[in-house]
């Protein structure tokens, strides 16, 4: 019994004296070039943002990159990002639309103290994308996939149905943002509900065959009790590129402090030439869908 109690101390010191927190050594490289560009085909002006990388435990304020020359070209036309004074390091186009099913080169050219340009270059393809949704449809979850959650703290899940015809290319996948009173909504900017349409490419999404089916597809929720009678809701849906997908995939699995989500030196970028910069410059088109929510 007394050599019962020796060990039950023992571990109980081991247990209570591991407290030191533990550094780990982070090998630094040389701060590279973070771009985080996009380009759509929506009437708007565009954003760029440029900024220096910084070493893992920084906890300063991130420098910005500022005084760059930036633009985008599909070979025949040029559209350049200002840089706005009240904040820098931030690039803003003109309101211009791009198109749909071009490929699209984003040039960032940062001077350096010699007198020579850093170059940095990345290409991607603006997919195509429907012509229309049909219609918004909000109501509780009613497909096979049984963790779907309808109740959340004694409060109801209201899901969002887009119903439109896909289209007929599989390799197709949309990106939906949900807004409410023209604010986004936060859930669908850290938890991106993409849609591979995949199996479906060329159904009429949501309509009777996929309701019979239990095949539903929802592209994000509302907390019932955060809707009142007349919000106004609205569906951006966009079409994006499958490389863009693994990217967001890749930086959703980077976030936060659980040591085995990964690295942010993990996730995925088309910032070329190779090891000079991260991020990520997309293209994507879009449509749009609103609805009023009725209790």
């Known amino acids: 019994m007394r050599n019962l109690h020796k060990l039950l101390v023992s571990a109980f010191v081991v247990l209570t004296a591991c407290t030191e927190d533990i550094v780990i050594d982070v090998q630094e490289g040389e701060p590279m070039i973070g771009v985080e560009a ?36 599909d070979g025949m036309d040029t559209v350049y990002y ?36 850093q170059c940095l270059f990345a290409e991607s393809l603006m997919p195509d994308n429907v012509e229309s949704i049909d219609s918004l449809v909000i109501k509780p979850f009613n497909g096979e996939n049984d963790s ?45 509900m993409i849609i591979p349409v995949g199996g479906y490419a060329g159904y009429y999404i949501n309509g009777v065959e996929m309701q019979e089916a239990n095949k539903e597809i929802p592209i994000g929720y509302f907390r019932k009790s955060d809707l009142k009678e007349g919000d106004s809701i609205r569906a951006n849906m966009y079409s994006i590129t499958t490389d863009y997908l693994y990217y967001v995939y890749s ?9 085995m989500m990964g690295a942010p030196a993990n996730v995925s970028t088309n910032i070329q030439p190779e090891g000079e910069g991260v991020g990520w410059f997309f293209t994507a088109s879009t449509v749009s869908s609103k609805t009023v929510f009725r209790k």
């Open 38 to 73: 996009s380009f759509t085909d929506e009437w708007k002006q565009h954003e760029a943002i440029l900024s220096y990388t910084a070493s893992f435990y920084n906890k300063d304020e991130i420098k910005m990159v500022s005084g760059a020359t930036v633009y985008v070209t």
């Open 82 to 117: 200002h840089e706005d004074m009240e904040q820098l390091g931030h690039y803003f186009t003109d309101s211009v639309a791009g198109k749909k099913n071009t490929v699209y080169r984003l040039c960032v050219e940062i001077p350096e103290l010699d007198g020579t340009k």
């Open 148 to 192: 779907m959650p309808t109740v959340f703290f004694m409060d109801t899940i209201e899901w969002v149905y887009p119903y439109f015809q896909s289209l007929p290319d599989p390799s197709i996948i949309y990106m939906p943002l949900l807004s409410i009173n023209d604010s986004l909504v936060s859930n669908t900017l850290t938890q991106r």
């Open 251 to 259: 930086l959703m699995a980077s976030l936060g402090s659980n040591p």
